[in-house]
């Protein structure tokens, strides 16, 4: 390794930083599972905290897939696919699926775009 970037990396690792990252990242994924939730409720379906984890998960995983941005299309594949499998029907599965990508996905492409726009980064 570079003694640069071991000089740089070791700063960073530092047990403020750590406690932060660790906060910073249960706070994330309370987020993204509560997306979930949350879209559940609204559709009056009934699914479990282990279900929700599961499925939230599932979705951050597929959605790394590097054939379309976020594995657009194919993450909505996969939750609805693994929905089915939980005992939901296929509509229901789907619009969940379309529900919960269009909240975590869409409106963090739009928000970021708006800030990007006016930020100083152009």
């Known amino acids: 390794m ?4 071991e000089k740089s990396a070791s700063s960073c690792v530092k047990k403020n930083n750590i406690i932060s990252l660790i906060f ?8 993204e599972s509560g997306t979930l939730y949350f879209a559940a409720k609204a559709l009056n379906v009934d699914l479990s905290f282990t279900v929700i984890i599961f499925v939230t998960l599932v979705a951050a995983l597929i959605s790394t897939i590097p054939i379309t941005p976020s594995g657009a299309g194919f993450a909505e594949a996969g939750v609805t696919g693994v929905l ?29 775009s708006i800030v990007y726009a006016k930020s100083k980064l152009k």
Do not use: C
């Open 84 to 112: 089915v499998t939980m005992g939901l029907s296929y509509d229901i599965a789907l619009t969940l699926a379309l529900v919960h990508r269009s909240i975590d996905y869409w409106s963090g492409l739009v928000v970021g």
């Open 24 to 31: 910073i990242t249960v706070f994330y994924w309370i987020l």
């Open 2 to 5: 570079l003694p640069e970037f």
